[in-house]
DNA sequence: GATGAATGAGACTTCATTCAT
DNA sequence: TATGAATGAAGTCTCATTCAT
């Protein structure tokens, strides 16, 4: 248990405000100013703990990171088998998006086209976070739960691709809360995802021969 | 065939112009007056063709939209059934995007999450454009081809979703000419999403008999 | 009777138009296009007749002060007796204000207060003009009439002065057809000044004897 | 005695600056930067204070029309009688005008025929000021000084119009020492009003009959 | 530690005006 | 004669950032 400083405090404050901020008016039309009044604040304050209001950008997503990434996992711990593992992912990163509109709309509709913010550490972060999921998959394969010619980076792309998607559709239409929220989506993309990764029970039970015989009548 | 005028003709000049360095420089870095280098005119003149910086802004993406469903609409005539014609469609999609670089940059990575796009008439084209796919899938779901239980809707969004998301990975790396090109996943994504909805084939179109013999071999 | 060339005709239109135009908008708010549009040509035409924005601007009180002259001329031509004259003066100034509005808010509104146009022709024939008061009020002390410590240029500071601040209330207002109208100033104000400068007829033009008697009755 | 905080202090300045530029350049052919370097401040400090050029120019008058309002109400303290203090107001206007003129310009030749200004605050409140002429006009006509027939806007009209052109001419020829200054018009313009809306004090004071004979000599 | 005050840099946009057809 | 096309010059305003208190 860490007793936060004020400074450390007052950062996080910030960080809040700033989070709020941009993801309302988006980061270009968001101005420190703005930011400094949501804090509560003077705009000087704000360089007092962030050089530049890019840096203050950036700083945004770092503990989001982390959190979610200490969240997934403590859950992942308690689900075994890869195919659990991958719903629990879907339904995690589904999950925190939902629950953090401001975090998931600085992240997906700015940073994530923000080749500046490749360059940092904090991207870094992201890209290890993400690679959980390419464990995940590869284990899956290791233990013939998934299919052999299955292309875990791929999977990974429809996974967040799918994802981020409807939470962009979901953020831009002002996050309802009806049957487009992200949490809707865990299962049906569940099911499709493990269509297409999972070993046919059958074949995968069973070692068998088939011979198909063409059938008299036909059927088109 | 029509001659285009003068106007025109500068009209579209602009438009390319414009479309590559809002997407090489960000729509916010870019200034008119990079535009204005860009097509060889003053800065001025800019704006004897657009009324606003905005304005070209959305302009880009009517034309393209218009040549991309046109494009889409005709290869679709060559093709007859529904599960080659979401092929079809996937493969058009990565196409256009490949072959469009600059356009996809502004489409994705600017328009995509620009609130005040989402109101203009080319927005609403754009909706339109993509309920092609909805039809598809429909079309599949009438014929017999595709499962009862199918989501139309979030079948697209995983195949929207997945390409945007290989095609801005793409991108956010300067178009490389190598395995992560967006039509590389032309079929990966079209099996996945087949994998979902396709009734089974075996169970559905087909009479067969299967006749199981012990495998003397092994199977890998 | 003139013929007016096809050029003059043209340059007549655009004068027109842009007295309209720069009185509606004011002239540093209006453009060269809104004057253009108004004649129904374009742009370069107006540069054909008029070698600035500037020169068109002062050349609209060109023809109404000579065309207003002329009519104060000939209706004075009718008047005998420096009184009537003054009351035909100020008649005339108020009707041609309130007839020409155009004018009125150009010649008031924005010439008025530009040094520029002091320095130009038209600006002299406009005093020249205004001699005619000066004119007339001295003729007036010539022929006995008016008080010989009249000063005419102060009792033409007033008239004008009286004049122009109605009109311009009256045009602030956008030309209301109610009793805030210009014309309806000439009597008072023809009164009043004549107050001012006409020698009292009873102490003046007679000479009599004054017996005072008690008065029986009172008198209220 | 306030103490004026320094923002007050520089807010004065940029007012006193400004009223200086847009009286000698004019409102139109004047910049922010020409206020900033007239201040010695940066451009970007006058938008610290006034949110743009117009509402700094709209702020120009405020202040003026309080201090001349408290002026003039103070002097007309001393003064009993409408007659008076007729003249106390035409006196203060035009010493106002004569001492101040900037203000004047701006008043005059920029803010009077702006119709943006009339919609504001300080429009209403220069209303309500050229009340008190009303007012007094009124008083002397309860009191009996005035006659009744005397309509006190036409009076108020011809006062204002007066004043006005005869400081418009003043300001347009640089403001001379000579007597075309604006006080040199007091004593006439009050003789000139009072002969218009006094009694005839003999009409007044006494009652009496008049017998008019003949003058043997006859006279001029 | 916090901030009030100030600013440099620069963007968008407007418009009078010219040139070649 | 008329104009379509183009532009140079300039101005307002915004904002991230710094400095001295």
Request: proline share 3%; hydrophobic share 35%.
């Amino acid at each position: 248990m860490t007793v936060k400083s004020l400074k450390e405090a007052r950062r996080d404050q910030i960080l809040k405000a700033a989070e709020k901020v941009f993801s309302e008016k988006g980061f270009q039309n968001s101005t420190i100013s703005d930011v400094a009044k949501e804090t509560g604040v003077s705009d000087t304050t704000i360089y007092e703990y962030f050089s530049s209001k890019e840096e203050l950008l950036f700083s945004i997503p770092r503990e989001n990171i982390e959190l979610s990434k200490q969240m997934l996992d403590s859950h992942l711990n308690y689900i075994s088998g890869t195919t659990n593992k991958i719903r629990g992912m879907i339904y995690h990163l589904c999950k925190y998006y939902q629950d953090n509109p401001f975090f998931a709309s600085i992240s997906l509709m700015t940073l994530k086209t923000n080749k500046k913010f490749m360059e940092t550490d904090t991207y870094k972060d992201l890209i290890a976070y993400y690679d959980i999921i390419i464990n995940v998959i590869k284990e899956g394969m290791q233990t013939g739960e998934f299919r052999e010619d299955t292309d875990p980076y791929f999977v990974r792309s429809v996974i967040l691709g799918s994802i981020e998607f409807v939470v962009i559709r979901w953020l831009m239409y002002n996050c309802p809360s009806d049957r487009t929220q992200p949490l809707q989506n865990v299962d049906p993309l569940f099911r499709l995802v493990m269509n297409g990764v999972k070993k046919d029970k059958g074949m995968k039970n069973f070692n068998f021969r088939i011979k198909i015989e063409p059938d008299e009548q036909g059927d088109e």
